[in-house]
């Protein structure tokens, strides 16, 4: 009984490519030293909709068959009492994939789904659009400079089977894909080449990323950079010095041809501005004496009363948005405030909007009145940790805008 001894399973030949498993034909990988009988020949040809499974024997398939019957017919007899717990709703976006005895099915829905007990194991998957961001990480580039990059990325699932087949934990797998997508491919551009053609770049890291995540059943729709500082000023090169676009107030909104532009006019203007500085100016006192009278804002209160001299319709075209600010006085009491730019000419006083807030804003009461005296930026704030949002980042640093009426 014991004369014959035990042998090692067959194994796959290393000298020959390996095979992808789940996407591709497997009529391609019929080579000498290709042995069948590993886990992942048995799985079905998702990607192309074919959930056959061939390799089942046909006594597996006899029992399955026989205990799907025998499910069937216990569901059917106690149905009243069963379909409570066999129909699922489904609606349009979303989709149940179903294991049944292990075996994956074809996706199921939207309308009324039966799903089995006992030998059905079933999960959700959300079809709609999904958006999270990379926050600011340091990017060294071809040049030797040093920048933080951040990107904000939406993605939607359009295979439900392969996303839940194919990975464990697919937002984690697709955040850390992007993010070593975006830094690989930015060490490869200089700085200038990241700020002037930052929608180009973003439209190169979309087929990056979807060239990595397609077999996982997802496809990513839009890649946004957002600059931040510039920590380590890259090597000057025949160009000429180099100008950061978050330097400047509001260019870090500009993209493209518009943001070239821009930079070019600003060179002109940098370049008149040096020439000026040998020039002598005279200054009044009685002038700069009414200048210092007019201090800055010491309290929430009074930058209040100072926003709320500013608006305008023009600022609300400009705007289009609603702000509630949750602001931590010095004593550690909480003091709500908002900035209504949504409508008409505009609102702002103390207390809490009558609507849900587009944005929602909490900080410091030094850090508020540091970021509206130009001091502070809402994006290095945000960066830093001293501000935190809740909604939109893009819409939060409309706030800008206000800031520059103040300023002026």
């Given at each position: 009984?014991?004369?014959?001894?035990y042998?090692l399973l067959?194994q796959?030949d290393?000298?020959?490519?390996?095979?992808p498993?789940?996407?591709?034909?497997?009529d391609g990988f019929?080579?000498?030293?290709h042995?069948k009988g590993?886990s992942?020949?048995?799985?079905?040809?998702v990607s192309d909709?074919?959930f056959?499974?061939?390799?089942?024997?046909w006594?597996?398939?006899?029992?399955?068959?026989?205990?799907?019957?025998?499910?069937?017919?216990?569901t059917?007899?106690?149905f009243?009492?069963?379909?409570?717990?066999?129909?699922?709703t489904?609606p349009n976006?979303?989709?149940?994939?179903?294991?049944?005895?292990?075996?994956v099915?074809?996706?199921?829905?939207p309308?009324i789904?039966?799903?089995?007990?006992?030998?059905?194991?079933?999960q959700?998957?959300d079809?709609?659009?999904?958006?999270?961001?990379?926050?600011?990480?340091q990017?060294?580039?071809r040049?030797?400079?040093l920048?933080?990059?951040?990107?904000?990325?939406?993605?939607?699932?359009?295979?439900?089977?392969m996303s839940v087949?194919?990975?464990?934990?697919?937002?984690?797998?697709?955040?850390?894909t992007?993010?070593?997508?975006?830094t690989?491919?930015?060490?490869?551009?200089?700085?200038?080449?990241?700020q002037?053609?930052r929608?180009?770049?973003?439209?190169?890291?979309?087929?990056?990323?979807n060239?990595?995540?397609?077999?996982?059943?997802?496809?990513v729709?839009r890649?946004e950079?957002t600059l931040?500082s510039?920590l380590?000023?890259?090597?000057?090169?025949?160009?000429?010095?180099?100008?950061?676009?978050?330097?400047?107030p509001?260019?870090?909104?500009?993209?493209?041809p518009?943001?070239?532009?821009?930079?070019?006019?600003?060179?002109?203007s940098?370049?008149?501005?040096?020439?000026?500085?040998?020039?002598?100016?005279?200054?009044?006192?009685?002038?700069s004496?009414?200048?210092?009278?007019?201090?800055?804002?010491g309290?929430?209160?009074?930058l209040?009363?100072?926003?709320?001299?500013l608006?305008?319709?023009?600022l609300?075209?400009?705007?289009g948005?609603c702000?509630?600010?949750?602001?931590i006085?010095e004593?550690g009491?909480?003091?709500?405030?908002?900035?209504d730019?949504?409508?008409g000419?505009?609102?702002?006083g103390?207390?809490?909007l009558?609507r849900?807030?587009?944005?929602t804003?909490s900080?410091?009461?030094?850090?508020?009145?540091?970021?509206f005296?130009g001091?502070?930026?809402?994006f290095?704030?945000?960066?830093?940790g001293?501000?935190?949002?809740q909604?939109?980042?893009?819409t939060?640093?409309?706030?800008?805008e206000l800031?520059?009426?103040l300023?002026?």
């Amino acid at each position: 009984m014991f004369s014959k001894s035990y042998q090692l399973l067959p194994q796959r030949d290393f000298s020959s490519p390996r095979t992808p498993g789940l996407f591709v034909d497997r009529d391609g990988f019929t080579q000498p030293g290709h042995h069948k009988g590993l886990s992942f020949d048995n799985m079905p040809n998702v990607s192309d909709n074919d959930f056959t499974d061939t390799t089942q024997g046909w006594l597996s398939w006899f029992c399955n068959l026989i205990v799907i019957f025998l499910v069937y017919i216990c569901t059917f007899v106690t149905f009243p009492i069963s379909g409570w717990f066999v129909l699922k709703t489904v609606p349009n976006y979303q989709r149940i994939v179903v294991f049944r005895l292990g075996r994956v099915c074809p996706p199921k829905g939207p309308g009324i789904v039966l799903v089995l007990p006992l030998i059905d194991q079933w999960q959700r998957v959300d079809l709609r659009t999904r958006a999270f961001n990379i926050p600011p990480c340091q990017v060294t580039t071809r040049d030797d400079g040093l920048l933080l990059v951040g990107a904000d990325i939406q993605f939607r699932i359009w295979n439900p089977v392969m996303s839940v087949i194919s990975v464990q934990d697919l937002n984690a797998s697709t955040r850390m894909t992007a993010q070593n997508a975006l830094t690989h491919s930015l060490a490869k551009k200089t700085v200038r080449e990241i700020q002037t053609e930052r929608v180009k770049l973003g439209e190169y890291l979309v087929m990056d990323i979807n060239e990595l995540t397609r077999h996982w059943g997802l496809e990513v729709d839009r890649v946004e950079l957002t600059l931040g500082s510039l920590l380590k000023a890259p090597d000057e090169g025949p160009s000429g010095p180099l100008i950061m676009p978050p330097s400047v107030p509001g260019l870090e909104g500009l993209t493209g041809p518009i943001q070239q532009l821009a930079m070019h006019f600003l060179g002109h203007s940098s370049s008149l501005q040096h020439q000026q500085e040998d020039s002598i100016t005279f200054t009044d006192e009685l002038s700069s004496a009414s200048q210092a009278v007019v201090a800055k804002p010491g309290s929430a209160e009074e930058l209040l009363g100072g926003v709320k001299l500013l608006l305008s319709e023009s600022l609300v075209r400009q705007v289009g948005a609603c702000f509630q600010f949750d602001i931590i006085l010095e004593d550690g009491q909480h003091q709500s405030y908002y900035v209504d730019l949504s409508q008409g000419a505009g609102e702002a006083g103390a207390g809490s909007l009558c609507r849900e807030p587009d944005v929602t804003l909490s900080m410091s009461e030094s850090d508020l009145l540091a970021m509206f005296q130009g001091e502070l930026r809402p994006f290095a704030a945000y960066t830093c940790g001293r501000l935190k949002i809740q909604g939109d980042i893009k819409t939060a640093m409309k706030l800008e805008e206000l800031i520059k009426l103040l300023k002026k």
